[in-house]
């Protein structure tokens, strides 16, 4: 069973800048998510995609995209990036049906410096 | 609004003794709960999940968590910590049922000692 896996693991960018970030999704999971983790910090939820559609969104401004495709791997996109910007982005997959006790199966993240 | 505190941001146990990390949340109705480990450069890794099925939870590894409701608290221990504990730990509760949106406490950076 192949894992959750996230490219790049490490980026540098500049402010102002636009970033995609990319995630394939565990095999079999068709929902996944994405966090931010910032130096120090727990992983901060961003949003959700189900089936091709954002299904949930945490407090993130607009200028934080995502894309579902359908063989239900993802892209983050984060545009007019900030120095804050700065952080692990973590990418999780998750299959429906475990009811309310989903475990997320988590990629090793996307390294993202702003600069 | 759900939320978890992990009391500790840094603990430090010598190898071979109890591991006792602790995690109170906050829910207005029945919460799912996690602990995931997160090692230096890897992805997070669940360590044991409450179903309520059982309030004591057994996870991988030798670590156990158990629910006590009337605390709110879901403490993280382990009999004898090993040097390959080592590690950040996140207490989590889930956002509500159904959904998979996770709260992250801000974590426990757990070192071993030798």
């Known amino acids: 069973e192949t894992g959750v896996t996230q490219s790049p693991t490490h980026l540098i960018k500049t402010r102002g800048q636009q970033v995609t970030l990319r995630c394939s999704s565990q095999?079999?999971?068709?929902?996944v998510s994405w966090y931010q983790q910032a130096l120090g910090q727990g992983p901060q939820f961003i949003f959700q995609?189900?089936?091709?559609?954002?299904?949930g969104r945490g407090n993130f401004p607009p200028r934080f995209s995502g894309l579902q495709f359908p063989n239900y791997s993802s892209e983050l996109n984060v545009n007019a990036l900030e120095l804050d910007d700065s952080a692990l982005y973590l990418c999780?997959?998750?299959?429906?049906?475990?009811?309310?006790?989903?475990?997320?199966?988590f990629g090793e993240g996307s390294r993202l410096t702003v600069l | 609004a759900q939320s978890v505190t992990q009391l500790d941001s840094h603990v430090s146990v010598s190898e071979g003794t109890p591991v006792l990390l602790r995690c109170n949340y906050s829910?207005?109705?029945?919460?799912?709960l996690f602990w995931y480990v997160q090692h230096p450069n890897k992805g997070l890794q669940l360590l044991l999940k409450?179903?309520?099925?059982?309030?004591l939870v057994k996870g991988i590894n030798g670590f156990e968590a158990e629910f006590k409701k009337s605390e709110t608290s879901f403490h993280l221990t382990k009999p004898s910590a090993h040097m390959s504990d080592a590690a950040e730990y996140f207490c989590?509760?889930?956002?509500?049922?159904?959904?998979?949106?996770?709260?992250f406490g801000t974590g426990t950076r757990l070192k071993v000692l030798a």
């Open positions: 999780a997959s998750s299959y429906p049906g475990q009811g309310a006790h989903g475990e997320l199966f």
């Open positions: 095999s079999g999971h068709n929902t």
């Open positions: 995609y189900y089936r091709e559609e954002e299904n």
């Open positions: 829910s207005s109705y029945s919460p799912s």
């Open positions: 409450y179903t309520s099925a059982a309030t």
């Open positions: 989590v509760v889930s956002d509500r049922a159904g959904t998979y949106k996770y709260i």
